[in-house]
């Protein structure tokens, strides 16, 4: 179940029927969970559930279940199960045929992205990249060429770190949407090219709050996308004729078609048909 990530009021009308209802809630952190159902006037009985405690707490959530009682999953803050413990316990009820149901809610990544102003309807939430910098501009690596408008979450101690990597890695031309501390009093959210991104870090940082950082997708280049038709225009060439091949291989792509048609000529040539 998502739980606010901010603003206590952020909350769904349904998720506070369940939180009332339910058995039990179990809680990556009990002490910010009380404090949320205590805003809202609950008292629902508290089971600590976190990354550390996870495979220990399945048999007695399942426990819980089999008796006959409901149990609600929330972390701290957003939606449990991304970046956030939950996915082990969801996986092994699933397979024991326990009914598990979502209750939908607020969450960092789309928040941040309705204000990013990034049009790319393609998007990869990547959550947390590797906290040392050599793993992580290996990740970033994989991920330059990728058509994709990019998310990420950071923590603050990393964040100035992070944000040079992905200048040197995906180039200052990109565009970066910085926010932080979403819903919250101090809420910011600044965009800029990523060559400026440091800058502005360093002259309105002060190492507080939770990051979510959306970098605008990347162009494929002219050598990769010739990768991709050559090996669209083969596929389709063992099951169609060279015209429409080069039709087809044309609107996935998005290369000439004209090209493509000469190129799948030059193949069917080479292989004798």
Same mark, same amino acid.
């Given at each position: 179940m998502a739980t606010p990530i901010g603003n206590l009021r952020d909350i769904t009308l349904r998720a506070l029927d369940v939180l009332r209802d339910v058995d039990t809630v179990a809680a990556e952190d009990t002490r910010t969970t009380r404090g949320l159902l205590s805003h809202h006037g609950i008292a629902s009985r508290l089971l600590s559930l976190h990354e550390h405690? &996870?495979?220990?707490?399945?048999e007695q959530v399942a426990g819980l279940l089999m008796a006959g009682r409901d149990v609600a999953l929330?972390?701290? !803050?957003g939606t449990p199960a991304v970046s956030d413990p939950g996915a082990r316990l969801v996986r092994e009820l699933r397979e024991r045929s326990f009914r598990v149901v979502p209750v939908p809610g607020p969450s960092a990544a789309t928040a941040a992205l309705s204000v990013s102003g990034e049009e790319n309807p393609h998007v990869l939430f990547y959550g947390f990249l590797p906290s040392r910098s050599a793993a992580r501009r290996k990740a970033l690596q994989g991920l330059r060429t990728l058509p994709f408008t990019l998310v990420f979450f950071e923590a603050p101690h990393r964040v100035a770190e992070c944000v040079e990597d992905l200048r040197e890695v995906l180039g200052? !031309?990109?565009?970066?949407?910085?926010?932080?501390e979403l819903t919250k009093l101090h809420e910011t959210v600044h965009a800029c090219a990523?060559? &400026?991104?440091?800058?502005?870090? !360093?002259r309105d940082y002060h190492e507080k709050g939770e990051f979510v950082l959306v970098v605008g997708a990347g162009e494929v280049s002219r050598a990769d996308s010739g990768e991709e038709s050559e090996k669209v225009l083969r596929l389709l060439l063992r099951e169609m004729p060279v015209s429409r091949a080069a039709e087809l291989a044309a609107k996935i792509t998005g290369d000439n078609r004209k090209a493509l048609y000469r190129r799948a000529l030059e193949l069917k040539d080479t292989a004798g048909g």
């Open positions: 405690n &996870e495979r220990d707490r399945i929330v972390s701290d !803050a200052g !031309a990109r565009r970066v949407s910085i926010a932080r990523l060559a &400026e991104a440091p800058a502005w870090l !360093a």
